[in-house]
């Protein structure tokens, strides 16, 4: 919004100097043609994977590359659903996420709720200690989780072995999220319930939980997609399908003699095609919730 | 106020008051629960992760504590040594990139034009691939023989016939940037429109009136304003980048490390010896962190002033 007003005014600057008129129609083909520069290098990649993944056989190996595919083949998308171990990933992935994220959510909403609305020592505290996890590498976690889950909590290789060191992600964007969005909302619904009899537990229940939801969901879907994107935990605390997450499977999916590019294409596309979808639809949101705490915060 | 209505003995009614108002132990109870659990699933690994460290074998039931020897071998070690080094430039480089790309998107879709809202997202489409993902159609298309990338390099004869960038160590290193650079510039960009968007109108508009240019705008109004964010994002995206592992596990193989990578290959990829030496170069990283952490910090300290 600010550059609209901020083009106008320069324009018109400008204006009164040069000659009026076709500067700023130069100015807007500038600006278009680099949005969809922009545009086109964020989503040429995907193209070229989903490009990739219905090609087959023959052309695949074809030297140049084909840009448009000239075969049409659902064929590796089958290959890799028929794979009991990827369809097992997947729904490794999304039980470990959903399992973390609504975890988070009780946890973190509550933090947050306090945070937010009421006053007690430490605020600061609890805030520091929140945010400092986020700069603690996840590489230097793996070591003793591996040692305690292999040694006196015998849980690796288990969807538990992921979903705790995966708290460490979803809390902290839980509870900055859930803070910002508390603090955005009008105490004076809450103190109207509360004047009316409800305690301040109940006004949460009744007035603030119904108001948040679409806070809830958004925070929801960044804890999600975190979730489904780890790697290094899913690498290090599983080692097979029994918990494995799918982005694991996906690099062990390296053929023996050649690398199966048409399969990782299409594994690629499947794992990524929910997130886009979401993403899509819900773009605002998410850019409210990755943008909450580094600009109010 | 609230227990008023509601008939119970007036000790329990002192109490649930106090708690009611918020001032009294209820915030420490909701807050609890993500206190233990953050301490119990960071904190502790974290700290245990440097006990482990001056172990001479964590994954023996016999382990001897033997001091600081590990760091001495890590930094003995000419492969740790570069693994630092790789790991600096490609943060350099990458989150130089990514600020700078990033504020001229975040300038660019500031404004109010058609189909801005679908630009918005399909920037925001390779933000939300894991990372590992990214590397693997990224790999795709450095593959030397189908790869477009590869192809297109070789046609502009940056690369000789049937070579791919993935043969040299640089080539890795410029291929993993060139990757972290299309899955995260999103994010800045998205960081910085959010700051862009609360910068008043007003301030360009008297801005204007006095005469100023768009280049004077920007460099007056729109970097001051836009500092406390972009710090911020720089922060996390430092951060982030120190600890790459997901790229080069899947672009570099074991030929190119970074520290975490280095890490990794130590403590599970070689015998069991090597686990705390890959432990302590995580620790190291650790420290590294924390020590740009508080330059930030200190940072936003200064400038805020």
């Known amino acids: 919004m600010a550059v609209k007003e901020q083009v106008y005014p320069g324009a018109q600057a400008r204006a009164r100097t040069a000659e009026p008129g076709k500067g700023i129609e130069w100015r807007k083909v500038g600006r278009y043609a680099a949005v969809v520069f922009v545009v086109f290098v964020s989503l040429a990649p995907l193209y070229w994977t989903f490009a990739t993944s219905v090609k087959s056989g023959v052309e695949l190996n074809v030297s140049p590359p084909t840009l448009v595919p000239h075969s049409f083949s659902l064929e590796n998308y089958a290959t890799d659903l028929g794979l009991s171990t990827f369809t097992r990933d997947l729904l490794n992935s999304a039980i470990i996420a959903a399992i973390t994220t609504i975890l988070a959510l009780i946890v973190g909403v509550l933090c947050a709720y306090a945070i937010a609305r009421m006053k007690f020592r430490g605020v600061a505290i609890v805030l520091g200690i929140t945010l400092s996890v986020q700069m603690i590498p996840l590489i230097a976690m793996v070591g003793p989780l591996f040692v305690f889950f292999t040694g006196p909590l015998p849980i690796y290789n288990t969807y538990a072995a992921l979903i705790i060191p995966d708290l460490v992600i979803t809390l902290p964007i839980t509870v900055w999220f859930m803070t910002s969005f508390f603090r955005d909302l009008p105490p004076d619904l809450e103190e109207a319930a509360r004047v009316d009899g409800a305690s301040r537990l109940r006004a949460l229940w009744d007035i603030i939980v119904p108001l948040t939801a679409p806070g809830v969901f958004a925070s929801a879907i960044l804890s999600f997609i975190a979730v489904w994107n780890d790697f290094l935990f899913g690498l290090t605390l599983t080692t097979d399908e029994h918990a494995q997450p799918v982005t694991v499977g996906v690099t062990r999916f390296a053929g023996e003699h050649t690398i199966p590019w048409g399969e990782i294409a299409a594994a690629a596309v499947i794992v990524t095609i929910p997130l886009v979808i979401v993403v899509l639809f819900l773009q605002k949101r998410i850019v409210a919730g990755l943008t909450a705490g580094a600009v109010k915060g | ?305």
């Open chain 2, 1 to 305: 106020m609230a227990t008023q209505a509601v008939e119970v003995p007036k000790t329990r009614q002192s109490l649930r008051e106090r708690l009611d108002l918020g001032n009294g132990l209820t915030p420490y109870f909701l807050v609890l629960p993500t206190i233990i659990l953050i301490l119990a699933v960071a904190a502790y690994p974290i700290l245990n992760s440097i006990w482990l460290s001056f172990l001479d074998n964590p994954l023996s039931p016999v382990a001897h504590f033997i001091g600081l020897s590990n760091y001495a071998h890590l930094f003995a070690d000419s492969t740790f040594r570069g693994s630092i080094g790789v790991t600096f430039l490609f943060t350099i480089i990458s989150v130089t990139l990514e600020t700078l790309f990033g504020l001229g998107i975040a300038l660019l879709i500031n404004g109010n034009f058609p189909g801005r809202g679908l630009v918005r997202a399909s920037i925001l489409v390779p933000w939300a691939f894991p990372t590992v993902i990214s590397a693997n159609i990224w790999l795709l298309m450095y593959n030397d023989r189908t790869g477009i990338v590869s192809y297109i390099l070789q046609q502009l004869h940056i690369l000789a016939p049937g070579a791919t960038l993935l043969e040299t160590n640089g080539g890795i290193i410029a291929a993993t940037i060139i990757t972290d650079v299309w899955k995260t510039t999103p994010f800045m960009a998205l960081l910085l429109l959010a700051g862009l968007q609360v910068i008043p109108n007003e301030m360009y508009e008297a801005a204007s009136v006095d005469g100023s240019t768009r280049w004077q705008q920007f460099w007056m109004i729109t970097l001051p304003m836009l500092w406390g964010p972009l710090v911020i994002a720089l922060l996390f995206r430092t951060l982030a980048s120190l600890g790459v592992f997901d790229l080069f596990y899947v672009l570099a193989g074991s030929q190119v490390q970074t520290m975490a990578s280095y890490s990794y290959n130590y403590m599970f990829t070689r015998s069991t010896f090597d686990f705390a030496s890959g432990v302590s170069a995580s620790i190291v990283l650790f420290v590294i962190g924390l020590i740009i952490s508080l330059l930030f910090t200190q940072l936003m300290r200064v400038t805020q002033r």
